[in-house]
């Protein structure tokens, strides 16, 4: 006998997945020029010169057991107090190496840190839409329920959706900001509201309510947007951080959690945190990976050809009188379908080899998300099929 729960998981439809095998599938047919696939988040920006110099100096100079072996747990004392340090120089905090646990990605880190909030059965976490669609298994693999607030127009935060939300089974909210898939940056005006009703209601419930922040895009941002340090505004705030977009680095699955040492119940939190990870198989992140992220800390991205495909795209559809949500930051735009259909408009786009993904997953049915960071060139090519698609629902 095996888990359904499982099952059901593992043979459900993803209908990113779904699309991206389509676009394969035809690039053998018309020539993988031809389509212009717009689904996933795979960043084609390639990783740093300093990444594969890193690699190349740490293979080169040390003795393999000394970057292919097991580190601690929590990962290497260097490569976190790296990470302490570069938080404490940039937002005038007092991190040290025990405030960090190095993980396996954004993914690990959320997993990780819902398996050590969710207490009991039922225990709710807020998700605000447009949401990144893996949240929901991943709270209910660990017994949590979501409790999704519904968009506003703007996709910034609906402050009184989320006050009224908040029960006394919450434990938790995740802040994704920039945002997937609307590339939106909460301002930090909303998000000093969101942190008084927290503080607020966390006092009213007799329980800390967590915010969860997911940042695998805090480097992505293109405009002077600031994307507070969360700890800095709420003080029972974790963060779940990835280096898979901002040094392109997804397949390499390396991130880590900050537990803060004024986050409510840290003497308890860190060790949970340890425990899940032991428990989910996600300790001792790859080491040959903690040892770049370290030598790489102060690397920015290059954001001159996202910043392009950005003003390319949203340009051209604001002109043939698309709504788009402008995003200024992550990878992503969310636009409206003019037939307030975005499955059946993102049909139309397929006839003309241009993929992308309606928002159904998202929690949002009239808009879809096109991923925009490939080859400007694609970015050119699609244009006309946006207008075409426009026209044919006139
Ligand atoms: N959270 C968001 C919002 C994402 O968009 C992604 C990946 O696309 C992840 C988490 C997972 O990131 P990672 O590859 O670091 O696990």
């Known amino acids: 006998m095996l888990s359904k729960e499982m099952i059901k998981l593992g043979t459900a439809r993803s209908v990113i997945r779904e699309i991206a095998a389509y676009g394969a599938q035809r690039a053998q047919i018309v020539g993988p020029e031809n389509v212009l696939d717009f689904s996933l988040g795979n960043p084609s920006v390639p990783a740093p010169k300093e990444v594969q110099e890193a690699i190349k100096d740490i293979v080169d100079s040390k003795e393999p057991k000394e970057y292919h072996g097991y580190t601690a747990s929590n990962g290497a004392p ?29 993914a690990a880190s959320f997993n990780i840190v819902m398996k050590s909030i969710i207490a009991n059965p039922g225990d709710e976490v807020i998700v605000m839409a447009p949401y990144f669609p893996e949240y929901k298994p991943w709270i209910e693999a660990h017994g949590g329920k979501m409790v999704l607030i519904p968009a506003p127009e703007d996709f910034q ?4 959706g989320v006050e009224a939300a908040i029960t006394n089974k919450t434990r938790g909210i995740i802040v994704n900001t920039p945002n997937n898939p609307s590339g939106v940056v909460y301002t930090k005006e909303n998000l000093v509201k969101l942190s008084e009703i927290l503080d607020k209601k966390s006092k009213e419930i007799g329980e800390p309510i967590y915010m969860v922040t997911d940042e695998p895009y805090r480097e992505l941002v293109y405009t002077d947007a600031e994307v507070p340090h ?28 900050l537990v803060p040492t004024e986050c409510a119940d840290f003497e308890e939190l860190y060790p949970a945190i340890g425990g899940a990870a032991r428990i989910l198989g996600y300790v001792c992140a790859p080491h040959l990976f903690q040892q770049v992220v370290e030598r790489c800390i102060d690397v920015e991205p290059d954001l001159d050809a996202y910043i392009k495909n950005r003003d390319l795209l949203y340009n051209g559809l604001v002109e043939m009188g698309y709504n788009v949500a402008k995003p200024e930051g992550a990878f992503y735009m969310f636009v409206q379908a003019p037939n307030k259909d975005a499955t059946e408009f993102c049909k139309l786009l ?22 925009y960071c490939v080859d400007t060139e694609k970015v050119e090519k699609a244009l006309p099929a946006f207008k075409k698609a426009m026209e044919a629902c006139k």
């Not at 935060?157 to 009184?160: F, P, R, T, V, Y």
Request: hydrophobic content about 30%; overall charge neutral.
């Open 230 to 257: 969360m700890p800095n505004l709420y003080k029972d705030t974790i963060v779940c951080y990835s280096w898979s977009k901002s040094l392109s680095l997804p397949g390499e699955r390396i991130g880590y959690v």
């Open 157 to 160: 935060i609906d402050l009184a």
């Open 78 to 106: 260097g490569t976190r107090k790296a990470i302490a340090d570069n938080l404490n120089k940039r937002y005038g905090t007092n991190y040290t190496g025990d405030n960090v646990f190095m993980t396996c990605g954004a």
């Open 350 to 371: 397929q006839k003309e080899d241009v993929l992308c993904v309606p928002g159904d997953g998202f929690g949002c049915s009239d808009y879809l998300r096109i991923s």
